[in-house]
């Protein structure tokens, strides 16, 4: 797996390319001096986890004939300061499903995502709380 950053203006925008062609831009916030012209770094971090676990929720509701007729995922990040730095401590993820879905499939499927499938969490577990909850049809699966 590779990447490749392209610098864009003067300032902290860029294209990274990954190699199969694929192309997401970045940006800093314009409090960091940027231009917030694209997603800031930690925000694709965040947007990383939600899309693993929501690749690894479909294929396995899917196998399971799950009919999904919606999914959203939210992803809040909790940071903290360390010295320069600013690494998220905590991470919460809502998963919103919606169709003829069995509650604790979906469950069961956000569970193996994160205990064991996600490379995203698995990657960021040693250092962040990962938390999550998942909805089917607007109730709560516990």
């Not at 965040?46 to 939210?74: H, N, P, V, W, Y």
């Not at 300061?81 to 499927?109: R, T, V, Y």
């Not at 909805?135 to 516990?142: D, P, Q, T």
Request: glycine content about 4%; charged content about 30%.
């Amino acid at each position: 797996m590779k990447i490749n950053l392209k610098r864009i203006n003067d300032d902290y925008h860029f294209q990274l390319t990954n190699d199969r062609g694929h192309i997401v831009e970045l940006d800093s916030r314009k409090e960091f001096g940027g231009s917030d012209l694209a997603s800031s770094p930690m925000e694709l971090l965040l947007m990383g986890i939600a899309g693993c676990s929501a690749i690894d929720m479909i294929s396995i509701l899917k196998k399971q004939k799950q009919t999904i007729t919606d999914f959203r995922a939210e992803v809040e990040g909790v940071r903290e300061k360390i010295d320069f730095a600013s690494p998220f401590k905590k991470m919460e993820l809502i998963f919103k499903i919606e169709g003829e879905i069995e509650p604790k499939k979906a469950k069961n499927a956000a569970d193996l995502s994160f205990q064991k499938y996600c490379s995203v969490s698995k990657t960021l577990e040693p250092m962040v709380e990962i938390s999550y909850k998942v909805f089917v049809n607007n109730k709560e699966v516990k």
